[in-house]
Protein backbone atom coordinates (compact mmCIF):
# COMPACT_ATOMS: atom_id res chain seq x y z
CA UNK A 1 0.00 0.00 0.00
CA UNK A 2 1.23 3.47 -0.98
CA UNK A 3 0.28 4.91 2.50
CA UNK A 4 -1.59 7.87 3.12
CA UNK A 5 -0.88 10.46 -0.04
CA UNK A 6 -0.83 14.12 0.24
CA UNK A 7 -0.84 17.01 -2.54
CA UNK A 8 1.03 18.92 -2.74
CA UNK A 9 3.85 18.75 -0.57
CA UNK A 10 4.64 22.62 -0.68
CA UNK A 11 2.46 25.67 -1.27
CA UNK A 12 3.65 28.92 -1.32
CA UNK A 13 1.01 30.98 -1.64
CA UNK A 14 -0.01 35.23 -1.02
CA UNK A 15 -2.71 36.21 1.50
CA UNK A 16 -5.80 36.42 0.54
CA UNK A 17 -5.57 33.52 -1.78
CA UNK A 18 -7.73 30.15 -1.57
CA UNK A 19 -5.65 27.15 -0.71
CA UNK A 20 -7.12 23.53 -1.26
CA UNK A 21 -5.01 20.61 0.67
CA UNK A 22 -6.04 17.01 -0.52
CA UNK A 23 -5.70 14.07 0.69
CA UNK A 24 -6.23 10.07 0.18
CA UNK A 25 -6.08 7.56 3.01
CA UNK A 26 -5.31 4.23 2.90
CA UNK A 27 -7.56 2.05 0.96
CA UNK A 28 -10.17 0.45 3.26
CA UNK A 29 -9.72 2.96 6.52
CA UNK A 30 -12.68 4.95 7.49
CA UNK A 31 -11.41 7.43 9.87
CA UNK A 32 -9.51 10.38 8.04
CA UNK A 33 -8.28 13.26 10.19
CA UNK A 34 -6.48 16.63 9.11
CA UNK A 35 -4.02 17.77 11.80
CA UNK A 36 -1.74 21.15 11.76
CA UNK A 37 1.56 21.49 13.19
CA UNK A 38 3.23 24.92 14.21
CA UNK A 39 6.33 25.14 16.27
CA UNK A 40 3.94 27.13 18.85
CA UNK A 41 0.71 25.32 19.34
CA UNK A 42 2.41 21.58 18.00
CA UNK A 43 -0.13 19.01 16.49
CA UNK A 44 -3.44 19.81 16.51
CA UNK A 45 -6.48 17.97 14.94
CA UNK A 46 -8.86 20.11 13.28
CA UNK A 47 -11.24 17.77 12.17
CA UNK A 48 -11.89 13.62 11.41
CA UNK A 49 -14.36 11.87 9.81
CA UNK A 50 -15.76 8.31 9.96
CA UNK A 51 -17.58 7.05 7.05
CA UNK A 52 -17.09 10.61 4.79
CA UNK A 53 -18.97 11.94 7.57
CA UNK A 54 -17.75 15.02 9.41
CA UNK A 55 -17.34 14.09 13.85
CA UNK A 56 -16.04 16.86 15.32
CA UNK A 57 -14.91 20.00 14.13
CA UNK A 58 -14.31 21.82 16.93
CA UNK A 59 -10.57 22.13 16.12
CA UNK A 60 -11.37 24.18 12.78
CA UNK A 61 -10.13 27.56 13.65
CA UNK A 62 -12.08 29.74 12.30
CA UNK A 63 -14.87 29.92 8.97
CA UNK A 64 -12.11 30.45 6.93
CA UNK A 65 -11.47 26.71 6.71
CA UNK A 66 -13.80 24.31 5.57
CA UNK A 67 -13.08 20.60 4.89
CA UNK A 68 -14.80 17.88 2.84
CA UNK A 69 -15.01 13.90 2.09
CA UNK A 70 -16.86 13.55 -0.59
CA UNK A 71 -15.76 10.25 -0.90
CA UNK A 72 -14.21 7.38 1.02
CA UNK A 73 -10.99 7.58 -0.82
CA UNK A 74 -10.62 11.51 -0.73
CA UNK A 75 -10.93 14.33 1.27
CA UNK A 76 -10.04 18.02 0.94
CA UNK A 77 -9.14 20.66 3.06
CA UNK A 78 -9.75 24.62 1.83
CA UNK A 79 -8.54 27.53 3.14
CA UNK A 80 -10.27 30.80 1.63
CA UNK A 81 -9.12 33.46 1.85
CA UNK A 82 -5.30 32.40 3.48
CA UNK A 83 -3.33 34.97 5.54
CA UNK A 84 -0.16 34.68 7.03
CA UNK A 85 -0.70 33.15 10.16
CA UNK A 86 -2.21 29.70 8.55
CA UNK A 87 1.28 28.88 7.55
CA UNK A 88 1.88 25.29 8.79
CA UNK A 89 2.47 21.88 7.89
CA UNK A 90 -0.75 20.43 7.33
CA UNK A 91 -1.20 16.56 8.10
CA UNK A 92 -3.87 13.69 7.17
CA UNK A 93 -4.23 10.55 8.76
CA UNK A 94 -6.11 7.35 8.35
CA UNK A 95 -6.63 4.69 10.74
CA UNK A 96 -8.74 1.28 10.80
CA UNK A 97 -12.29 0.63 10.66
CA UNK A 98 -11.55 -1.98 13.66
CA UNK A 99 -10.01 0.16 15.37
CA UNK A 100 -11.49 3.45 17.13
CA UNK A 101 -9.87 6.84 16.88
CA UNK A 102 -6.78 5.53 18.74
CA UNK A 103 -5.99 2.92 17.06
CA UNK A 104 -2.77 3.38 15.13
CA UNK A 105 -3.14 6.56 13.06
CA UNK A 106 -0.91 6.52 10.00
CA UNK A 107 0.08 9.74 8.60
CA UNK A 108 0.81 11.18 5.37
CA UNK A 109 3.76 13.22 4.68
CA UNK A 110 2.11 16.76 5.23
CA UNK A 111 1.89 20.15 3.24
CA UNK A 112 3.94 22.84 4.29
CA UNK A 113 2.15 25.63 3.67
CA UNK A 114 3.50 29.21 3.11
CA UNK A 115 1.22 32.09 2.98
CA UNK A 116 3.00 35.22 2.35
CA UNK B 1 -8.34 23.34 25.61
CA UNK B 2 -6.67 20.10 26.85
CA UNK B 3 -2.59 20.60 27.10
CA UNK B 4 -0.73 17.81 27.71
CA UNK B 5 3.02 19.33 29.53
CA UNK B 6 5.84 16.93 27.81
CA UNK B 7 9.12 17.49 29.14
CA UNK B 8 12.08 17.57 28.37
CA UNK B 9 11.58 19.73 25.14
CA UNK B 10 15.08 18.87 23.75
CA UNK B 11 18.17 16.57 24.58
CA UNK B 12 21.20 16.17 23.36
CA UNK B 13 22.79 12.63 24.12
CA UNK B 14 25.82 10.49 23.27
CA UNK B 15 24.96 7.01 21.27
CA UNK B 16 24.88 4.11 23.82
CA UNK B 17 23.34 6.34 26.71
CA UNK B 18 19.54 5.95 27.65
CA UNK B 19 17.26 8.74 27.60
CA UNK B 20 13.86 9.44 29.32
CA UNK B 21 11.19 11.54 28.42
CA UNK B 22 7.84 12.26 29.88
CA UNK B 23 4.08 13.57 29.72
CA UNK B 24 1.87 14.99 32.21
CA UNK B 25 -2.04 16.12 32.12
CA UNK B 26 -4.17 17.40 34.36
CA UNK B 27 -7.06 16.17 32.82
CA UNK B 28 -7.43 11.89 32.73
CA UNK B 29 -6.99 10.21 29.72
CA UNK B 30 -8.09 6.06 28.46
CA UNK B 31 -5.22 6.08 26.13
CA UNK B 32 -1.55 7.10 25.98
CA UNK B 33 0.54 6.91 22.89
CA UNK B 34 3.60 7.88 21.75
CA UNK B 35 4.92 8.83 18.43
CA UNK B 36 8.03 9.71 16.47
CA UNK B 37 8.41 12.18 13.75
CA UNK B 38 11.39 12.15 11.39
CA UNK B 39 12.02 15.30 9.48
CA UNK B 40 9.85 16.07 6.76
CA UNK B 41 7.33 13.10 7.52
CA UNK B 42 4.57 12.81 9.54
CA UNK B 43 4.19 11.29 12.96
CA UNK B 44 4.34 7.14 13.01
CA UNK B 45 3.15 4.81 16.05
CA UNK B 46 5.93 3.92 18.51
CA UNK B 47 3.84 2.36 21.35
CA UNK B 48 0.51 2.96 22.71
CA UNK B 49 -0.82 2.17 26.06
CA UNK B 50 -4.58 1.21 27.26
CA UNK B 51 -4.67 0.43 30.73
CA UNK B 52 -3.49 2.51 34.00
CA UNK B 53 0.06 0.78 35.42
CA UNK B 54 0.39 -0.76 32.01
CA UNK B 55 4.12 -1.26 30.95
CA UNK B 56 4.90 -1.83 27.57
CA UNK B 57 8.34 -2.52 25.63
CA UNK B 58 9.12 -2.91 21.41
CA UNK B 59 12.47 -3.55 21.37
CA UNK B 60 14.59 -0.99 22.56
CA UNK B 61 11.63 1.54 23.95
CA UNK B 62 9.58 1.25 27.14
CA UNK B 63 6.18 3.27 27.79
CA UNK B 64 4.12 3.17 30.93
CA UNK B 65 0.48 4.18 31.37
CA UNK B 66 0.60 5.83 35.09
CA UNK B 67 -1.20 5.10 37.79
CA UNK B 68 -3.49 8.14 38.04
CA UNK B 69 -4.00 7.96 34.30
CA UNK B 70 -2.40 11.74 34.22
CA UNK B 71 0.72 10.40 33.04
CA UNK B 72 2.99 8.21 31.24
CA UNK B 73 7.18 8.17 30.39
CA UNK B 74 9.07 6.44 27.36
CA UNK B 75 12.66 5.19 27.67
CA UNK B 76 14.52 4.51 24.99
CA UNK B 77 17.68 2.57 25.77
CA UNK B 78 20.94 1.93 24.11
CA UNK B 79 20.40 5.02 21.90
CA UNK B 80 21.63 4.72 18.10
CA UNK B 81 21.97 7.48 15.34
CA UNK B 82 18.76 6.86 14.01
CA UNK B 83 16.98 7.48 16.71
CA UNK B 84 17.05 11.28 16.36
CA UNK B 85 13.72 13.03 15.94
CA UNK B 86 11.15 14.36 17.83
CA UNK B 87 8.90 12.53 19.95
CA UNK B 88 5.08 13.07 20.86
CA UNK B 89 3.07 11.80 23.58
CA UNK B 90 -0.51 11.56 23.17
CA UNK B 91 -3.58 11.26 24.68
CA UNK B 92 -7.54 9.94 24.09
CA UNK B 93 -9.76 12.78 25.28
CA UNK B 94 -13.45 11.45 25.21
CA UNK B 95 -15.70 13.74 25.17
CA UNK B 96 -19.54 14.65 24.41
CA UNK B 97 -19.63 11.27 22.09
CA UNK B 98 -16.33 12.58 19.95
CA UNK B 99 -13.01 11.19 20.48
CA UNK B 100 -10.03 12.80 19.84
CA UNK B 101 -5.84 12.46 20.32
CA UNK B 102 -4.52 15.27 21.89
CA UNK B 103 -0.75 15.76 21.46
CA UNK B 104 2.20 17.08 23.63
CA UNK B 105 4.38 19.21 21.85
CA UNK B 106 7.17 17.00 21.41
CA UNK B 107 10.67 16.23 22.62
CA UNK B 108 13.74 16.30 19.68
CA UNK B 109 16.46 14.20 20.44
CA UNK B 110 20.02 14.42 18.98
CA UNK B 111 22.09 11.37 19.52
CA UNK B 112 25.95 11.87 18.72
CA UNK B 113 27.72 9.11 17.27
Known amino acids: DAG ?20 KPISGHDYL ?24 DSGMPEDR ?15 QPSEP ?32 | GQQLNQSPQSMFI ?4 DVSMNCTSSSIFNTWLWYKQDPGEGPVLL ?39 IYFCAGQLIRGGSEKLVFGKGMKLTVNP
Open chain 1, 4 to 23: VIQSPRHEVTEMGQEVTLRC
Open chain 1, 33 to 56: FWYRQTMMRGLELLIYFNNNVPID
Open chain 1, 65 to 79: FSAKMPNASFSTLKI
Open chain 1, 85 to 116: RDSAVYFCASSYPSGGVTDTQYFGPGTRLTVL
Open chain 2, 14 to 17: QEGE
Open chain 2, 47 to 85: IALYKAGELTSNGRLTAQFGITRKDSFLNISASIPSDVG
